[in-house]
């Protein structure tokens, strides 16, 4: 089997269930640990999945949801400018 060019490439033929030269990998991990990791590896926080041979982009989302007096989901801040959110929000037990 020829080897694969690219990570993109990896990915692409994987989850088209076409042959790959080795199965993609994704190492998630806390803020915590990715200081511990970056010092370890001795890599900056940009290199850290490069180093770890990731082939999916990470996102953080660190913000926490926020949430009108009525209990709506407030994705966009207008309802605090006035407008309503779009998605309400209902406990686990009503759903």
Same mark, same amino acid.
Do not use: W
């Given at each position: 089997?020829?080897?694969?060019?690219?990570?993109? $490439?990896?990915?692409?033929?994987?989850?088209?269930?076409?042959?790959?030269?080795?199965?993609?990998?994704?190492?998630?991990?806390?803020?915590?640990?990715?200081?511990?990791?970056? $010092?370890?590896?001795?890599?900056?926080?940009?290199?850290?999945?490069?180093?770890?041979?990731?082939?999916?982009?990470? @996102?953080? @989302?660190?913000?926490?949801?926020?949430?009108?007096?009525?209990?709506? @989901?407030? @994705?966009?801040?207008?309802?605090?400018?006035?407008?309503?959110?779009?998605?309400?929000?209902?406990?686990? $037990? $009503?759903?």
């Amino acid at each position: 089997m020829n080897t694969i060019g690219t990570r993109k $490439e990896r990915m692409r033929r994987a989850l088209g269930r076409q042959p790959v030269d080795r199965l993609p990998v994704q190492t998630n991990f806390t803020r915590a640990m990715g200081r511990k990791l970056r $010092e370890t590896l001795g890599v900056d926080a940009s290199q850290l999945s490069r180093r770890l041979d990731n082939h999916l982009l990470r @996102v953080d @989302v660190g913000h926490t949801t926020r949430l009108s007096d009525d209990g709506r @989901v407030d @994705v966009s801040d207008r309802t605090r400018r006035g407008g309503q959110s779009i998605f309400p929000f209902r406990p686990p $037990e $009503e759903v």
